[in-house]
C-alpha cells in the first residue's frame, strides 16, 4: 500500500479557487491511475477527477471546465486545481491511488464553498 496525504482545502466563497495537493509515500508512477473524490454530508463519495499513468484525465460532469488534475511524479505528488467554485462543491475531497494490489486512500481534506 502507500500513504497519501491531501492538502490544500479551506473556506473560499464561490468564484473562488483553492488547489488541493496529494502527497505520496512512494513513487506514483507505478500506479495505473490517481484519483480524486469527494463526498458530501448525507450523499456517496463520488468521483471529481482521475488522472492515469499515461496522463490521460476524466472529469466528472459537473467539474468539467473548471477543475484540472495533474500531478509531478518527481515529487510524487497529484494536484486538483478547482476554480470557479460553487456552493455544491463543498465536500471532503480524498486522494485515491490504484494499482496492481493498490487501492489506498487518504484521509480526506475539508473543502467548503460559502459566502
Known amino acids: 500500500q502507500v500513504q497519501l496525504v491531501e492538502s490544500g482545502g479551506g473556506l473560499v466563497q464561490p468564484g473562488g479557487s483553492l488547489r488541493l495537493a496529494c502527497a505520496a509515500s512512494r513513487s506514483i508512477s507505478r500506479f495505473n491511475a490517481m484519483g480524486w473524490y469527494r463526498q458530501a454530508p448525507g450523499k456517496e463519495r463520488e468521483l471529481v477527477a482521475t488522472?492515469?499513468?499515461?496522463?490521460?484525465?476524466n472529469y466528472a460532469d459537473s467539474v468539467k471546465g473548471r477543475f484540472t488534475i495533474s500531478r509531478d511524479s518527481a515529487v510524487n505528488t497529484v494536484y486538483l486545481q478547482m476554480n470557479s467554485l460553487k456552493l455544491e462543491d463543498t465536500a471532503v475531497y480524498y486522494c485515491?491511488?490504484?494499482?496492481?494490489?493498490?487501492?489506498?486512500w487518504g484521509q480526506g481534506t475539508q473543502v467548503t464553498v460559502s459566502s
Open positions: 485515491n491511488a490504484r494499482g496492481f494490489a493498490v487501492n489506498s
Open positions: 488522472i492515469t499513468s499515461i496522463g490521460d484525465r
